[in-house]
């Protein structure tokens, strides 16, 4: 696939880091039986410590681009896959109340370095080709998290949850060192200071097509994300077990894995917005389709839809982002999606819980017309067409990174 061949030798490496770090980056997921089992916390502060580490990851991810823009992408990640690994590694030896610190910390440089990686493959990749390797990048971290859980839970239940910490830990400092190999300094130079070129706000005001996309994204992932918190609960209710969600779950990491990058590299050529807003309908869509039915073909066929939608527009929305940031303010641009593209973590659970006890009728409903509104914003909007002010500056072309084959 010649999309593929394209691509610069540091993305690749980039993507087989990312594997093989995925594979061991899952304590999240076993988080809250961690704290109330061998921590021996209580339901209600062991939520607490997780919202809290969710507000870090967001807030990491917030931030990440604007360490990136004025000391390098590549050095903010090193430093933050590190710093996330130096703790993690740490949480066993750890006493119980330290926890409230390291965790949202870690969780924090997580998302610092999420943002920063991001920016890393938006520097290193030219314009054009930005499509297929942020689809590369997610396949491999969706094919390292399809091997994580299952490794994850037979070490939890054979060996202890300390170990879970111990790995990832040490997969971050791997991964450190594995960048610093496979993305050489030279590779990803800094730009000229952000203050030589204005901010990220005036570059944004320029660019509304821009602000119409995060904010669609950022509704749709308060929907999306029920998936993980209401959707659960509405299976239950219908008579669905655990084992009906883990398989509905598996068909969304099996769909993606098999078919994201294939769409990347089909679609890499037509209109970026009209592939997100076209993702953002099969979301709602997917909601949708649960007022049709409780029934397990309704479930099925919502997480496919659902499934469909997700590798549609988080790809294509994450290189738009990149083509649309001018040089100086890639990293905030990355961040800025970064962090909008993951807020479910923190609001999708309270407000569709809230909802789901109050007026459980009414959130499917809600769910598909907030998804629905917001990719047929998308669609109307005009894509912004940069003028020769925007455009890379002779600074910016003396420091343009070779392809690498």
């Not at 339901?43 to 410590?49: H, K, S, V």
């Amino acid at each position: 696939m010649r999309g593929l061949r394209d691509l610069p030798r540091a993305v690749w490496l980039l993507a087989a880091g990312t594997f093989i770090n995925m594979i061991v980056s899952v304590t999240f997921v076993f988080l809250f039986l961690y704290l109330t089992g061998p921590r021996d916390m209580s339901p209600g502060a062991a939520g607490l410590l997780v919202g809290l580490g969710g507000t870090g990851l967001v807030a990491g991810n917030f931030t990440g681009g604007w360490y990136g823009d004025h000391l390098g992408h590549r050095r903010v990640l090193l430093t933050a896959a590190a710093a996330s690994g130096l703790l993690l590694a740490a949480v066993p030896l750890l006493p119980t109340p330290a926890l409230y610190l390291a965790l949202p910390l870690a969780q924090y440089a997580s998302g610092v370095q999420r943002a920063a990686n991001s920016a890393l493959v938006a520097v290193i990749v030219p314009e054009g080709t930005r499509r297929q390797a942020f689809a590369l990048v997610r396949a491999s971290a969706n094919g390292g998290f399809t091997i994580g859980p299952v490794l994850g839970a037979l070490v939890a239940t054979h060996l202890s949850y300390d170990w879970l910490y111990v790995a990832e830990g040490l997969g971050g400092l791997t991964l450190a060192c594995w960048t610093a190999r496979a993305v050489p300094a030279g590779l990803a130079p800094r730009t000229r200071p952000p203050r030589d070129r204005g901010g990220v706000w005036p570059a944004l005001r320029a660019r509304p097509a821009v602000l119409v996309l995060l904010l669609a994204v950022l509704v749709t992932d308060v929907v999306y994300r029920q998936q993980y918190s209401t959707f659960p609960l509405f299976l239950a209710d219908h008579h669905m077990d655990v084992g009906v969600y883990g398989t509905l779950l598996a068909i969304n990491g099996g769909v993606l894995l098999c078919l994201e990058l294939p769409a990347a590299l089909a679609l890499r050529r037509h209109a970026p917005l009209r592939i997100v807003g076209t993702g953002l309908l099969l979301v709602g869509a997917g909601y949708a389709t649960l007022l049709l039915g409780q029934t397990l073909l309704t479930a099925a066929t919502m997480m496919i839809l659902l499934t469909l939608g997700e590798l549609l527009y988080k790809t294509t929305a994450t290189a738009y982002m990149a083509d649309e940031a001018p040089p100086h303010v890639q990293g905030r641009f990355q961040s800025l999606y970064a962090g909008v593209s993951i807020s479910g973590v923190v609001l999708a659970a309270p407000l569709g819980g809230a909802l789901y006890e109050t007026a459980p009728a009414a959130l499917w409903p809600l769910c598909a017309m907030s998804a629905v509104t917001a990719g047929a914003a998308v669609l109307l909007t005009r894509p912004h067409r940069s003028g020769p002010d925007e455009r890379e500056s002779p600074e910016d072309r003396e420091t343009a990174v070779p392809q690498a084959a």
